[in-house]
């Protein structure tokens, strides 16, 4: 199957203008000027193995694929704020002033539309930035012309939507989610199941947007929106960025595994004060985050496979919004293990990391992918993406992968699987005589 050339300019649709959103334009702003490099993305700083070691064929990935150019981005956004993308990465306060004002001009150019939102599935946040309509389907409307008049405005040939809001009360799925019609019955009917991210994402793939979930929201884990991508021939991935702990975690869990030592507890707790921490703050959007933080030990380890090592596995993980930190995220994690001879030790690590630092690059990545897989006509869950998510989607009957090394490898076989390339196995037999 051939990849279109991505020819023109590519819409990056963002609900949320955030700390995030902000973040990753002047970002990108500051690689197209020269003032940065593309440090943290793996499209732009990362390489791919091509055919035997031998060979010392090592491409960077954006050689190897036709990804979309950085200069060819044209930003857009809704927010519950009117501020500019220049305000709100000042108000945000994760970028210098230095860097704040060379972005300027870009950041300046991203001025946000009204938001679609719901204060009932974001407790401790509000704005008086908003669309009103009696119903939910005149919602998803309004956004779709929105995106329609940013096509026109932009003269873009494409585009792709990533959730960069917040993150939503925990709640779980119903009949209305189950199908594509009982979920647009739901919309014409106000229902209050409905999330605001769950409109965005009907609205962007009934636009021809791919929608990507930066959140752990439900969004795009229902039947309803999964039948609605494989109906539009469109993408779709989730969910919630893999940055700060969760990430640390997705690398230190599979080498313990690896070395078959067990695990007693792994106590996590974190600091943040920037709005995601305020958005936390409340107990029903921390529990969204929770079960998505939660879930990548349970399948790394696999506790039912190795009962002598995992099967009484104690883990916490704990949230606290701490206003004095802003963005500069504190991870803490305490590691009970145990190896030969069940004697007991200990791993402590103290991350101090910056969220948005770490997200921005994310976005980017998972922005010229999108594109990448709309080029390459890949309908529904990309699960060779995973590599970037806390809870990565998949098909029903699967279940997720979650150690960061096979996420990596998946990714890039995938891509050598797209260019008609050999796979890579890791297998190395020809390498050697005694194989032969």
């Known amino acids: 199957m051939d990849t279109k050339a991505p020819a023109g300019k590519l819409g990056v649709l963002i609900p949320g203008l955030g700390a995030v959103s902000t973040t990753f334009i002047a970002g990108v702003d500051a690689i197209i000027n020269g003032h940065s490099a593309p440090i943290g993305s793996l499209t732009q700083m990362g390489t791919i193995r091509l055919g035997k070691r031998t ?105 792709v939507m990533v959730w960069c809001a917040s993150t939503e009360v925990y709640f779980e799925p119903s009949d209305i989610h189950s199908s594509l019609e009982k979920f647009e019955a739901a919309l014409r009917d106000n229902d209050d199941r409905i999330a605001p991210s769950m409109i965005y994402a009907y609205a962007a793939l009934k636009s021809g947007v791919p929608f990507f979930n930066g959140a752990p929201n439900l969004t795009v884990d229902i039947p309803a929106i999964q039948e609605l991508a494989m109906e539009t021939g469109l993408p779709i991935a989730g969910k919630d960025f893999k940055t700060g702990q969760t990430l640390i975690k997705t690398i230190l869990a599979p080498g313990l595994k690896s070395r078959m030592l067990g695990v007693d507890g792994w106590f996590s707790t974190n600091i943040l004060g920037n709005r995601d921490g305020e958005v936390l703050d409340d107990p029903m959007s921390f529990k969204t985050k929770e079960v998505s933080k939660k879930g990548a030990l349970d399948y790394i380890l696999q506790p039912d496979t190795y009962p002598d090592l995992y099967k009484d596995l104690y883990h916490k993980v704990r949230i606290n919004y701490y206003p004095p930190r802003g963005d500069a995220k504190e991870g803490w994690d305490n590691i009970d293990i145990f190896g030969w001879m069940g004697y007991k030790m200990q791993i402590k690590v103290d991350f101090l990391c910056r969220d948005s630092i770490l997200a921005a690059p994310i976005v980017l990545d998972l922005v010229l992918f999108a594109d990448l897989a709309l080029r390459h006509n890949m309908r529904g869950i990309q699960e060779w993406l995973s590599f970037y998510f806390k809870s990565p989607m998949v098909a029903p009957e699967l279940y997720p992968e979650h150690d960061i090394f096979i996420q990596l490898t998946k990714l890039k076989n995938t891509l050598r699987w797209m260019m008609g390339e050999e796979l890579i196995t890791h297998v190395g037999h020809e390498y050697y005589d005694s194989y032969e």
């Open 55 to 159: 060979d010392n064929n090592n491409p960077k990935i954006k050689e190897f694929v036709p990804l979309a150019d950085l200069g060819d981005l044209v930003f857009g956004a809704w927010d519950i704020f009117e501020d500019d993308g220049f305000q709100a990465a000042t108000k945000a306060a994760v970028l210098s002033p230095q860097d704040l004002e060379k972005a300027r001009t870009a950041l300046e150019a991203v001025k946000p539309m009204k938001a679609v939102f719901d204060q009932e599935y974001v407790k401790n946040l509000d704005g008086d930035y908003k669309k009103s309509a009696p119903n939910k389907m005149l919602l998803a409307e309004m956004l779709m012309e929105d995106i329609k008049t940013f096509r026109k405005t932009n003269n873009t040939t494409r585009e």
